[in-house]
């Protein structure tokens, strides 16, 4: 159990829906009321498919050549969810009556949710309800749903549910971070019965992609289906039985025809083999799934339970959101709402990937294989944004064209493209699969440094200057010589010079030479070149690297005078009132330290820190978790605990008031990195993994396991002392405060862990 709430809360409802979705990575159902929203509750009511999208026109009143003509947008599909239950002829409506129990869950050993009650009905009745839902990690088209009754024998029951295919997305015209526009995505084109099941056939009015939700109530009792207008509805009439209970399960499939053929004939096929295995094996492998999962992939912390709880729930978080099959990725708020309209951004390779390439390799791998798939698209990009060699992945996109009509804060952050290169290289570095760099991942990194020498030039110096980007950071637009982006874009440069030298020496380099007409001598020596000559902005005065060349030279805003309702800034001020002052949204000069700081000195990066730490908001949910390593790695474990505290309940304390919208995905794999990266300090480097212990004073210990070549590793670390125990595999090296261990069996290391 890692979420319970024992409250019935009106207010909090919209939040928890998005708490207690159910998702698996290709399907994700939000947590709705079955019997739908009490009056006055602006209920987000959706299910969604990872990679499912319609297509809308972008309207710009002056459009300028390289604006993206059209976006994709996640698609609400057809609601599976309902299911209205009548006692002696009253409507099950937790706000009528009297609740005399309520309680909802989160059960990540299991898999699933549930939500119970205890309703006294007003007609005296008294009911007890269960719903159990699950998003099968086994079968992943399938969506279950158990519903329990309890009354006294011989009552009356009216239960009916189905299919409804009239359904429109969510939009809020005064947030940015959500759709402004009604649009119908879905069309309706017909529902058959086969059987016990039915099954709803839609597309989506512009991408015309097909899309079936087929459904079966399993029962002791009869029910029978009809196909209305716009779907099918399952009914029963009947009386509790002797013993006060009745249990249904409502299986529910999802297809979609970006994966299959005939989706409709899909949804079908798998209904009928779930139907058959039953409930009660489905939720048996649905515990199991989960307990090899959490072998693998729980993060302990002891002496802090709200914390470690926290930590959980965002670990599961990622496991929901993850695409398995390199057509869908991980949406910026995963399966849960329409926040950000479902689009995938640089959040998977920094911020994502990580975790899974510790613990799950073979998803982390799809997700990459997602970026190669797209690659052509990235080409197509840069060729639009006037780059004759190179790919330049879109800032916000689900079948790899660009969907951001804002290009200062979207199309700008060419940053993206040293992220999929750095996620190539990170992968390539824990597995040492050669053969994937060679067949897909040595493509990618090779294509984006291209890149880089076409936006770059040599200046009167000779230093090599990248002009008008945007960082991460989305309060400072077009800049020149975004710090982050230049180092990004000097490790991309090494990279591709690294991979393609190690596939040269395995006579592994032709097919990616001959695919890209690959000069390599002249190309080469142009890579190193600029990598070489790379300007990385540094103030004398201060001590620090300056986050552009001009950041350091604006006024700094007015903290002290803007209220705390004013934030977050981007909702609140006009664009160019930010870009002229120094304030930033998130971490940029600071992530690049964390992830490429190794050849700067210790104290410019603890001085740059400083610096940017009182100019930062974090307004976005990506920031707090940056921040938290880098104290951890500047030995400043309490500050460190405090910004991770943030991390781990910024869903849970609904942090930045969007998240109704849906969980902050990225943020979850920062909470993950908090602990790894951070307090332990692993790095992932080519000749090995390297760790740096810090332990807050709020803990006792923690603990993790990581895959790295071929082994596993269990981690533990206790006031002054860590032990790494090797669970699998052949013995290797690993790295603690740069001196080298050979862990063969068990090794404890002592030293400062504050």
């Given at each position: 159990?890692?979420?319970?709430?024992?409250?019935?809360?009106?207010?909090?409802?919209?939040?928890?829906?998005?708490?207690?979705?159910?998702?698996?990575?290709?399907?994700?159902?939000?947590?709705?009321?079955e019997e739908g929203a009490p009056q006055g509750v602006r209920s987000v009511r959706g299910a969604y498919i990872n990679g499912y999208y319609d297509e809308i026109t972008l309207s710009y009143p002056e459009r300028l050549y390289g604006f993206p003509e059209r976006a994709q947008r996640m698609v609400n599909l057809p609601d599976p969810q309902t299911t209205l239950i009548c006692i002696e002829g009253v409507p099950f409506d937790l706000t009528t009556g009297e609740l005399l129990s309520y309680r909802r869950t989160l059960d990540t050993d299991r898999g699933i949710t549930v939500r119970q009650a205890?309703?006294?009905?007003?007609?005296?009745?008294?009911?007890?309800?269960?719903?159990?839902?699950?998003?099968?990690?086994?079968?992943?088209?399938?969506?279950?749903?158990?519903?329990?009754?309890?009354?006294?024998?011989?009552?009356?029951?009216?239960?009916?549910?189905?299919?409804?295919?009239?359904?429109?997305?969510?939009?809020?015209?005064?947030?940015?971070?959500?759709?402004?526009?009604?649009?119908?995505?879905?069309?309706?084109?017909?529902?058959?019965?086969?059987?016990?099941?039915?099954?709803?056939?839609?597309?989506?009015?512009?991408?015309?992609?097909?899309?079936?939700?087929?459904?079966?109530?399993?029962?002791?009792?009869?029910?029978?289906?009809?196909?209305?207008?716009?779907?099918?509805?399952?009914?029963?009439?009947?009386?509790?039985?002797?013993?006060?209970?009745?249990?249904?399960?409502?299986?529910?499939?999802?297809?979609?025809?970006?994966?299959?053929?005939?989706?409709?004939?899909?949804?079908?096929?798998?209904?009928?083999?779930?139907?058959?295995?039953?409930?009660?094996?489905?939720?048996?492998?649905?515990?199991?799934?989960?307990?090899?999962?959490?072998?693998?992939?729980?993060?302990?912390?002891?002496?802090?339970?709200?914390?470690?709880?926290?930590?959980?729930?965002?670990?599961?978080?990622?496991?929901?959101?993850?695409?398995?099959?390199?057509?869908?990725?991980?949406?910026?708020?995963?399966?849960?709402?329409?926040?950000?309209?479902?689009?995938?951004?640089?959040?998977?390779?920094?911020?994502?990937?990580?975790?899974?390439?510790?613990?799950?390799?073979?998803?982390?791998?799809?997700?990459?294989?997602?970026?190669?798939?797209?690659?052509?698209?990235?080409?197509?990009?840069?060729?639009?944004?006037?780059?004759?060699?190179?790919?330049?992945?879109?800032?916000?996109?689900?079948?790899?064209?660009?969907?951001?009509?804002?290009?200062?804060?979207?199309?700008?952050?060419?940053?993206?493209?040293?992220?999929?290169?750095?996620?190539?290289?990170?992968?390539?570095?824990?597995?040492?699969?050669?053969?994937?760099?060679?067949?897909?991942?040595?493509?990618?990194?090779?294509?984006?440094?291209?890149?880089?020498?076409?936006?770059?030039?040599?200046?009167?110096?000779?230093?090599?200057?990248?002009?008008?980007?945007?960082?991460?950071?989305?309060?400072?637009?077009?800049?020149?010589?975004?710090?982050?982006?230049?180092?990004?874009?000097?490790?991309?440069?090494?990279?591709?010079?690294?991979?393609?030298?190690?596939?040269?020496?395995?006579?592994?380099?032709?097919?990616?030479?001959?695919?890209?007409?690959?000069?390599?001598?002249?190309?080469?020596?142009?890579?190193?070149?600029?990598?070489?000559?790379?300007?990385?902005?540094?103030?004398?005065?201060?001590?620090?690297?300056?986050?552009?060349?001009?950041?350091?030279?604006?006024?700094?805003?007015?903290?002290?005078?803007?209220?705390?309702?004013?934030?977050?800034?981007?909702?609140?001020?006009?664009?160019?009132?930010?870009?002229?002052?120094?304030?930033?949204?998130?971490?940029?000069?600071?992530?690049?330290?964390?992830?490429?700081?190794?050849?700067?000195?210790?104290?410019?990066?603890?001085?740059?820190?400083?610096?940017?730490?009182?100019?930062?908001?974090?307004?976005?949910?990506?920031?707090?978790?940056?921040?938290?390593?880098?104290?951890?790695?500047?030995?400043?474990?309490?500050?460190?605990y405090q910004y991770y505290l943030r991390t781990v309940r910024t869903d849970l304390d609904n942090e930045h008031g969007n998240t109704r919208d849906g969980i902050h995905t990225a943020n979850m794999g920062g909470a993950y990195l908090g602990l790894v990266a951070g307090f332990a300090g692993l790095d992932i480097r080519r000749e090995g993994l390297r760790f740096r212990f810090r332990l807050p004073p709020e803990w006792t210990g923690y603990r993790f396991r990581v895959r790295f070549r071929g082994r596993m590793l269990e981690v533990r670390v206790t006031e002054g002392q860590a032990e790494i125990?090797?669970?699998?595999?052949?013995?290797?090296?690993?790295?603690?405060?740069?001196?080298?261990?050979?862990?063969?069996?068990?090794?404890?290391?002592?030293?400062?862990?504050?």
């Amino acid at each position: 159990m890692t979420l319970s709430v024992d409250r019935f809360d009106l207010e909090q409802l919209p939040v928890q829906e998005s708490l207690f979705h159910v998702a698996n990575g290709y399907i994700g159902i939000r947590g709705n009321f079955e019997e739908g929203a009490p009056q006055g509750v602006r209920s987000v009511r959706g299910a969604y498919i990872n990679g499912y999208y319609d297509e809308i026109t972008l309207s710009y009143p002056e459009r300028l050549y390289g604006f993206p003509e059209r976006a994709q947008r996640m698609v609400n599909l057809p609601d599976p969810q309902t299911t209205l239950i009548c006692i002696e002829g009253v409507p099950f409506d937790l706000t009528t009556g009297e609740l005399l129990s309520y309680r909802r869950t989160l059960d990540t050993d299991r898999g699933i949710t549930v939500r119970q009650a205890i309703w006294h009905a007003p007609n005296n009745v008294c009911a007890e309800l269960c719903f159990t839902r699950m998003a099968s990690f086994v079968h992943p088209e399938l969506f279950l749903t158990r519903i329990e009754i309890k009354t006294p024998p011989s009552a009356g029951i009216g239960v009916s549910g189905g299919v409804c295919c009239d359904v429109t997305n969510f939009t809020d015209p005064d947030d940015p971070r959500v759709a402004s526009e009604v649009l119908r995505h879905i069309q309706f084109d017909g529902a058959e019965i086969h059987g016990a099941l039915a099954v709803a056939r839609c597309r989506t009015a512009e991408s015309n992609i097909g899309v079936a939700v087929a459904q079966s109530y399993q029962s002791n009792v009869p029910f029978e289906v009809r196909v209305t207008s716009d779907g099918f509805i399952f009914e029963t009439q009947t009386v509790m039985p002797s013993d006060g209970y009745l249990c249904i399960d409502k299986y529910t499939i999802f297809s979609d025809e970006r994966r299959q053929s005939d989706s409709g004939t899909h949804a079908l096929d798998v209904g009928r083999a779930c139907i058959r295995l039953g409930s009660e094996r489905l939720f048996d492998e649905q515990a199991e799934y989960m307990r090899q999962f959490w072998a693998a992939s729980r993060v302990s912390i002891d002496g802090d339970d709200e914390t470690a709880r926290g930590l959980e729930f965002s670990l599961y978080g990622l496991l929901q959101s993850a695409g398995r099959d390199s057509i869908g990725n991980v949406a910026a708020k995963g399966l849960s709402g329409e926040g950000y309209e479902g689009h995938y951004f640089w959040d998977t390779e920094i911020y994502i990937l990580p975790f899974f390439l510790l613990t799950q390799p073979d998803i982390a791998r799809e997700l990459l294989d997602f970026r190669y798939s797209v690659l052509g698209a990235a080409r197509e990009h840069a060729r639009l944004m006037g780059h004759e060699r190179g790919a330049l992945y879109p800032w916000r996109t689900i079948s790899g064209s660009e969907c951001s009509s804002y290009f200062p804060a979207g199309s700008a952050q060419y940053h993206i493209a040293g992220d999929v290169a750095h996620a190539f290289m990170q992968y390539y570095y824990v597995t040492d699969d050669l053969d994937y760099m060679a067949r897909k991942g040595a493509e990618v990194v090779l294509e984006t440094a291209r890149l880089w020498l076409d936006v770059g030039h040599y200046d009167r110096a000779g230093r090599f200057c990248i002009d008008t980007v945007t960082g991460p950071d989305e309060y400072s637009c077009l800049v020149n010589n975004n710090y982050y982006t230049n180092q990004n874009a000097r490790h991309n440069l090494l990279a591709a010079i690294e991979i393609y030298e190690d596939l040269r020496r395995a006579g592994q380099e032709a097919g990616v030479r001959d695919a890209i007409g690959f000069a390599e001598e002249t190309e080469l020596a142009d890579f190193r070149a600029a990598a070489d000559a790379m300007v990385l902005p540094y103030d004398e005065e201060l001590g620090i690297c300056a986050q552009d060349d001009r950041f350091l030279d604006k006024a700094v805003w007015d903290f002290a005078g803007t209220p705390r309702e004013k934030y977050p800034l981007l909702l609140h001020y006009a664009p160019l009132a930010l870009y002229r002052r120094q304030v930033c949204k998130q971490a940029d000069t600071v992530l690049a330290h964390y992830l490429f700081g190794g050849e700067v000195g210790f104290e410019v990066r603890k001085r740059t820190y400083e610096y940017y730490e009182g100019v930062t908001t974090h307004d976005s949910s990506l920031s707090a978790c940056v921040f938290s390593i880098m104290a951890a790695r500047l030995g400043m474990p309490e500050k460190a605990y405090q910004y991770y505290l943030r991390t781990v309940r910024t869903d849970l304390d609904n942090e930045h008031g969007n998240t109704r919208d849906g969980i902050h995905t990225a943020n979850m794999g920062g909470a993950y990195l908090g602990l790894v990266a951070g307090f332990a300090g692993l790095d992932i480097r080519r000749e090995g993994l390297r760790f740096r212990f810090r332990l807050p004073p709020e803990w006792t210990g923690y603990r993790f396991r990581v895959r790295f070549r071929g082994r596993m590793l269990e981690v533990r670390v206790t006031e002054g002392q860590a032990e790494i125990l090797l669970l699998e595999g052949v013995p290797v090296r690993v790295f603690i405060e740069d001196a080298p261990y050979e862990i063969a069996d068990r090794m404890v290391w002592q030293g400062n862990t504050t």
